[in-house]
T-cell receptor, first 115, second 110 residues
Framework: GAVVSQHPSWVICKSGTSVKIECRSL??????MFWYRQFPKQSLMLMAT?????????EQGVEKDKFLINHASLTLSTLTVTSAHPEDSSFYIC???????????FGSGTRLTVV | GENVEQHPSTLSVQEGDSAVIKCTYS??????FPWYKQELGKRPQLIID?????GEKKDQRIAVTLNKTAKHFSLHITETQPEDSAVYFC?????????FGQGTELSVKP
């Protein structure tokens, strides 16, 4: 079946540094990738939608200059958390719609801890 | 945009009992409603889904019902087992985007 590989699975970084998270579709072309953030014991909150070859669209309240999304190819979407702060510590997960009319493939998630 | 409300936030049942989780959505144009099970630190796993042109769908112990008029859909788990314990999320799709409910922590006591 469709697989989205997400890396890293966990990362610890210092305040003020940037962290890049990659989501790669292994056996299908993901023209669209959704990025979610999930705080402990909370729901998955949609942050932004990336589309191959065009600018990402961000949900209301999400800082586009802080969460840089790039979708440079049909198999790779990246999320860069710039100037990370402890409040950015969260579980970040990507999701790509499958070629069928329904269904989404999720990455395995990235646990980001900013110290 | 779409807004999905999910209840209850926690649910505790005895093994063998049934569990019901309910969701409402706001956008009548939403056309796909999946349910996910998520274990701590893991990706959500699809357990069942339903499209807007169907009223009910069943897969062994799991069923989902959809009431488009009321903009309401529910997850039913029968004969619950301890391994059903997890957090369950409903979601609604509008314009390709999946919007999630707040989640229900289900605990099945042996």
């Amino acid at each position: 079946g469709a697989v989205v590989s997400q890396h890293p699975s966990w990362v610890i970084c210092k305040s003020g540094t940037s962290v890049k998270i990659e989501c790669r579709s292994l056996d299908f072309q993901a023209t669209t990738m959704f990025w979610y953030r999930q705080f402990p014991k909370q729901s998955l909150m949609l942050m932004a939608t990336s589309n191959e070859g065009s600018k990402a669209t961000y949900e209301q309240g999400v800082e586009k200059d802080k969460f840089l999304i790039n979708h440079a190819s049909l198999t790779l979407s990246t999320l860069t958390v710039t100037s990370a702060h402890p409040e950015d510590s969260s579980f970040y997960i990507c999701s790509a719609p499958q070629s069928t009319e329904t269904g989404y493939t999720f990455g395995s998630g990235t646990r980001l801890t900013v110290v | 945009g779409e807004n999905v409300e999910q209840h209850p936030s926690t649910l505790s049942v005895q093994e063998g009992d049934s569990a019901v989780i309910k969701c409402t959505y706001s956008d009548s144009a939403s056309n796909y409603f999946p349910w996910y099970k998520q274990e701590l630190g893991k990706r959500p796993q699809l357990i069942i889904d339903i499209r807007s042109n169907v009223g009910e769908k069943k897969d062994q112990r799991i069923a989902v019902t959809l009431n488009k008029t009321a903009k309401h859909f529910s997850l039913h788990i029968t004969e619950t087992q301890p391994e059903d314990s997890a957090v369950y999320f409903c979601a609604a799709r509008r314009g390709g985007k999946l919007i999630f409910g707040q989640g229900t922590e289900l605990s099945v006591k042996p």
